[in-house]
């Protein structure tokens, strides 16, 4: 009768080599994800209300509306922001969706005239625009921070 082989029993030293050979091979598991949101809104310059042809049909006398400036809190929903406009060298007119005008000063070594073209905000969680916080970046390059904000009010004509 012919003995049988057997197989010699792998050494106990060689299963840990295999393991860390095969595992070698296998795709590294990623313990932390990373994702990252950046959101910028734009407040567009306003556009004009009234086209020019209706102009001509307004009384030919001299329309000056006088507005006068009250007191306003320091922050403002950003949501709320319809359109601005440049008034003088360092003010802004902010036009809301609810019809209000507000005036708001910017830094004393901004000028009003490099948001032209409207202004880029960086959205805060609570959603306002608040005055000795927050910065606008103009689409020129500038950034400014925000000063007071004041409600116009318009007082007889």
Partial sequence: M???????????AVAPVWRDLTSSFQAPTQNQVRIQQRVIIRIA????????D????LPQGEITPHYEERKFGKCVPVKGIAGVQVNGSN????????RRILSATLDKSCRARDFYS???????EDGLLCSGRDQLHSRAGTNCNLGKLRRLILVGR
């Fill in 2 to 12: 012919m003995p049988m082989k057997c197989r010699p029993e792998p050494s106990r």
């Fill in 45 to 52: 310059p306003r556009q004009p209300t009234m086209p020019s």
């Fill in 54 to 57: 209706m102009l001509s049909a």
């Fill in 91 to 98: 003010r802004l007119l902010l036009f809301l969706r609810d």
């Fill in 118 to 124: 409207g202004f880029y905000i960086e959205p805060n």
